[in-house]
């Protein structure tokens, strides 16, 4: 299929100097806003827990969200998954336990007025309160206590008399946050008129220990590519590259920036994705320009690659056309993760394109400049030197 009868002869490199400029001041904006607001960390990485339901009647992800406030939890994001008539949602909230600081200093509180306790000690990361009493107390006054200061119990321990028998040591097992969900939603009901599906749970730690690698994961990936291009055609050829690859993850993580959206595990895969697309679309001009290169001898670089440019549009266009035309259908049809993986590949397809020939094409002209500059001032050198001697 040929999209372009007659051969192109736009001068796309004569306009290096502001697209550079224009790419420049995105980037550092971009830039700024990750480092002063952050991105929306999904549960993925940030922690905390995540709740699938599905309910028996037409309902909105607002009205889930009402209800879920009305029943005391205020941090929940609920997102609607599959079509509009399975009236199924993800409700994403912070925490893996009901235990926190607030409601752990009342149940402290709660704790200490069942009679002479000490040593009242909560574990926030596990959800757990551990307590020593001089009098016995039964499971169901301290389970009572804790549940009445606002913490669910999943179960109370007693861990047996102390060493040196100064007290019964005792534990308290806060209840998971899927138990504060479905007591909320279940407020004022009879029975419950919703399923839940599924509950995924993952603590801070490994949320960091997930971002950590998927970052590594991106970073080595564009370090590999880089020697690829190198040894593949020449040193001057790499950092144009690699900075197009660069250029391309920082836009993309932009439209997480700028959007809201959660950026979590599907985001790193996206990025990684749009690495892959970026490279592949920059080694299609840059192999035409080192054939150009052998059949143009004499011409300024700056033309050739301007040549290899134009012998390649109407490649670029169909491929990038049609894996664009796959993404519009997921945009349209798609929810949840799969339209923010779709949104994120469109971006990243029309800015690995952009860069292609605006960010590594001009890096290897300004490359094949400077060095043949310092070629001249050492040329130049070697003549002066008989004329010293």
């Known amino acids: 299929m040929q999209i372009l009868k007659n051969k192109t002869n736009i001068d796309f490199i004569g306009k290096r100097k502001p697209a550079i400029f224009i790419s420049t001041l995105v980037n550092l904006a971009i830039l700024v806003g990750i480092a002063t607001v952050g991105f929306n960390y999904g549960v993925d990485f940030a922690g905390g827990t995540v709740v699938e339901l599905k309910f028996d009647h037409s309902i909105s992800a607002a009205e889930v969200r009402e209800r879920a406030q009305k029943g005391g939890l205020h941090d929940v994001s609920v997102q609607n998954i599959g079509g509009a008539s399975e009236n199924a949602f993800l409700l994403r909230m912070g925490g893996v336990t009901q235990l926190n600081e607030e409601n752990a200093a009342k149940a402290k509180t709660a704790i200490e007025a069942l009679g002479t306790v ?67 939603l279940k407020a ?98 840059y192999d035409r320009i080192r054939e150009d290169m052998a059949k143009y001898k004499g011409k300024p670089l700056a033309e050739v690659i301007n040549i290899a440019i134009n012998d390649t549009l109407g490649r670029t266009i169909l491929t990038s056309g049609t894996t664009a035309l796959s993404l519009i259908g997921l945009l349209i049809f798609g929810v949840g993760e799969i339209f923010d993986f779709a949104m994120a590949m469109l971006v990243g397809i029309l800015v690995g394109t952009y860069s292609s020939v605006y960010i590594a094409s001009p890096l290897t002209i300004w490359l094949d400049e400077r060095a043949a500059a310092k070629e001249g001032r050492h040329g130049d050198g070697m003549k002066q030197e008989p004329k010293a001697a």
């Open 118 to 184: 000490r040593n009242v000690y909560s574990d926030l990361a596990n959800g757990i309160i551990n307590f020593r009493s001089a009098t016995p107390l039964t499971a169901e006054l301290i389970k009572s206590a804790v549940e009445g200061s606002g913490t669910g119990v999943q179960e109370v321990r007693v861990l047996g008399e102390s060493q040196g028998g100064t007290g019964v040591d005792y534990q308290v097992v806060a209840s998971g946050m899927a138990d504060k969900v479905n007591s909320a």
């Open 188 to 285: 004022g009901l009879e029975k419950p008129d919703f399923e839940q599906r599924r509950v995924d749970y993952v603590g801070p730690q490994v949320g960091k220990q997930l971002r950590n690698r998927g970052v590594m994961a991106l970073l080595y990936s564009m370090v590999a590519i880089l020697i690829y291009v190198a040894f593949r055609f020449d040193f001057k050829f790499g950092p144009g590259a690699l900075l197009a690859m660069l250029h391309d993850v920082i836009m993309v993580a932009g439209y997480y920036l700028v959007s809201r959206r959660e950026f979590n595990l599907t985001a790193i895969a996206a990025l990684l994705t749009i690495v892959g697309y970026s490279v592949n679309d920059t080694i299609v001009i």
